[in-house]
Nanobody, 121 residues
Framework: QVQLAESGGGLVQPGGSLKLSCAAS????????MAWYRQAPGKERELVAA???????NYADSVKGRFTISRDNAKNTVYLQMNSLKPEDTAVYYC???????????????WGQGTQVTVSS
């Protein structure tokens, strides 16, 4: 079994900052890519930021220069530092990881349960 556990969401005023964390646990042989997605009410889930094991990172245009994704491979954890937050950043944020499991060495996609980020005055 593999699980992703997110933390760090909450309510913040416009212009403020939050840092999300997502820790992977279980029968993990290797984690390839890790990413953050978000879904606002009435909208489709969208990619916010992604980090490959090789260190390549990409961001949605709407968050470039404000959000930073980083990883701690020793802790199987990915972070999302969010600065200069705007009301339109309000959404449920989901962690995603492509993980190779011990045993069957099958590569699968995993999702966290989501954490709410609300940007409002």
């Amino acid at each position: 079994q593999v699980q992703l556990a997110e933390s760090g969401g909450g309510l913040v005023q416009p212009g403020g900052s939050l840092k999300l964390s997502c820790a992977a646990s279980g029968s993990i042989f290797r984690i390839n890519s890790m990413a953050w997605y978000r879904q606002a009410p009435g909208k489709e889930r969208e990619l916010v930021a992604a980090d490959t094991r090789g260190g390549s990172r990409n961001y949605a245009d709407s968050v470039k220069g404000r959000f930073t994704i980083s990883r701690d491979n020793a802790k199987n954890t990915v972070y999302l530092q969010m600065n200069s937050l705007k009301p339109e950043d309000t959404a449920v944020y989901y962690c995603n990881a492509a993980i190779l499991r011990f045993g069957d060495y099958k590569l699968d996609d995993y999702w966290g349960q989501g954490t709410q980020v609300t940007v409002s005055s």
